[in-house]
């Protein structure tokens, strides 16, 4: 079981740049993969960027790669999501999630945060 909180969304302009957080509390969290998902409106919630429990092997979206970067800490039990040249279309609400799995898949992942809404403006 895990508990996930994530802060750091708001309101930015193109270019800019934000980090997202996503704190856990329970016991295991540095045996979970940890995704990053966004669902903006209209559309599907989908992965745009995970890492395995060990940190060592990461996944990113076509769409975000090159821009964004996760990164874990399972000391502190936080993962982050830094994010640059952040365009309109990243506009979404960000939602971190755990797996049991080495996943991509959305049902594969059982444990979510509320979410916390990103939006870039033009």
């Known amino acids: 079981q895990v508990q996930l909180v994530e802060s750091g969304g708001g309101l930015v302009q193109a270019g800019d740049s934000l980090t997202l957080s996503c704190a856990a509390s329970?016991?295991?969290?540095?045996?979970?993969?940890m995704g990053w998902f966004r669902q903006a409106p209209g559309k599907e919630r989908e992965l745009v960027a995970a890492v395995t429990s060990s940190g060592i092997t990461t996944y990113y979206a076509d769409s975000v790669k090159g821009r964004f970067t996760i990164s874990r800490d399972n000391a502190t039990k936080t993962v982050s999501l830094q994010m640059n040249s952040l365009k309109p279309e990243d506009t979404a609400v960000y939602y971190c999630?755990?797996?049991?799995?080495?996943?991509?898949?959305?049902?594969?992942?059982?444990?979510w945060g509320q979410g916390t809404q990103v939006t870039v403006s033009s």
């Open positions: 329970g016991r295991s969290f540095s045996r979970y993969t």
């Open positions: 999630a755990a797996s049991t799995y080495i996943a991509r898949q959305i049902s594969l992942y059982d444990y």
